[in-house]
């Protein structure tokens, strides 16, 4: 009966000639789901290199990566695909050992339960069960028709109407307060840069009533979200049509995909999205932790 691999846990070293090769092999194994692993694999390939500030943590059976784990300070810690469950409990313990902020954890629904079970139960946090996501993808568009207005990018003007849509996206989200809600929301217009953007929808009096993000880019596809449209506004078709614009625009870039995450809970905007020409991947879970009394 043959062994199972002995896994270990490789993290960065800070030495950027021997770090080379690791940074190089996570990439290459991110690509292997590339959709599954879009949030990681684009921050892989924006950065080019380690960045101290955010860890790394690389599972391995002999000469193999099966799995991926990255924390960006302040938020969820993020696994990849696993390509064995033996990773799962490797990653906790380096994780643990690393003395790393872990708040909670998102990834495949398997892979992020066996986390955060392990995470619990070596710890005494409890654990508390976040969002259910699902990915979705699209290779073709089709408009929803009868939807009226027309769509147009973002414009530097936009920003305060940006981030007062954005604060309400967080709070909505994600339970925040008014003022979590509006620093991340800040945040979010900041983080619009060249490789990222966003497109509005207008009504037929020329007023923004819907947006659509795009950001991200992988090697073959880029993530859309998030798709916000005011309380107001809703009922009217406009976040279908702001999604399939902006689905268009980027495959008219030569993206060969889009995707994008929704609320699995949320049956309207899973049909609004499917409508238009989006396919379900795999589903996302999320997970919290809370230090016991």
């Known amino acids: 009966m043959s062994q199972p691999p002995h ?4 993290a960065p070293s800070g030495d950027a000639d021997v770090d080379g090769p690791l940074f190089d092999g996570i990439r290459h194994y991110l690509t292997r789901q590339e959709i599954v692993n879009t949030i990681q694999l684009s921050g892989f390939i924006a950065r080019g290199e380690f960045d101290a500030t955010h860890p790394v943590l690389a599972a391995v059976a002999g000469e193999d990566m099966v799995g991926v784990a990255t924390v960006t300070p302040g938020f969820l810690l993020l696994l990849s695909h696993v390509e064995t469950g033996l990773a799962i409990p490797a990653l906790v313990r380096a994780a643990i050992q690393a003395g790393l902020d872990v708040p909670g954890v998102m990834g495949p629904r398997r892979v992020a339960l066996a986390f955060a079970e392990g995470w619990a139960e070596a710890t005494g946090d409890t654990l508390r069960p976040g969002m259910t996501q699902r990915i979705l993808v699209a290779r073709a568009v089709e408009p929803p028709g ?7 990018l973002m414009e530097p003007g936009d920003r305060s109407v940006l981030v007062s849509w954005f604060t309400a996206f967080n ?19 900041d983080r619009l840069d060249d490789r ?7 009504d037929q009096g020329g007023a923004p009533v819907s947006i659509a993000c795009y950001k991200a880019p992988t090697m073959n596809g880029i993530r859309i979200g998030p798709v916000y449209t005011p309380p107001e506004h809703r009922r009217r078709g406009y976040a279908g ?4 614009a902006v689905t268009r625009l980027l495959l ?16 309207t ?3 609004v999205y499917e409508a238009i020409g989006y396919e379900f991947v795999a589903d996302s879970m999320q997970y919290r932790f809370e230090a016991s009394s």
């Not at 008014?178 to 217009?189: D, L, Y």
């Not at 990222?196 to 207008?202: D, E, R």
């Not at 049509?241 to 399939?244: E, L, P, S």
């Not at 870039?253 to 949320?266: D, V």
Request: aromatic share 8%; net charge negative.
């Open 7 to 10: 896994i270990d846990v490789i």
């Open 146 to 152: 009868n939807v009226p207005g027309t769509w147009r």
């Open 171 to 189: 709070r909505e989200a994600d339970d925040l307060t008014e003022e979590q809600a509006r620093r991340q929301g800040k945040a979010m217009v």
């Open 196 to 202: 990222s953007g966003a497109v509005l929808w207008l």
């Open 241 to 244: 049509a702001v999604t399939a």
């Open 252 to 267: 008219d870039r030569s993206f060969e995909f889009t995707c994008l995450y929704t609320n699995a809970a949320n049956a």
């Open 269 to 271: 905007a899973n049909h």
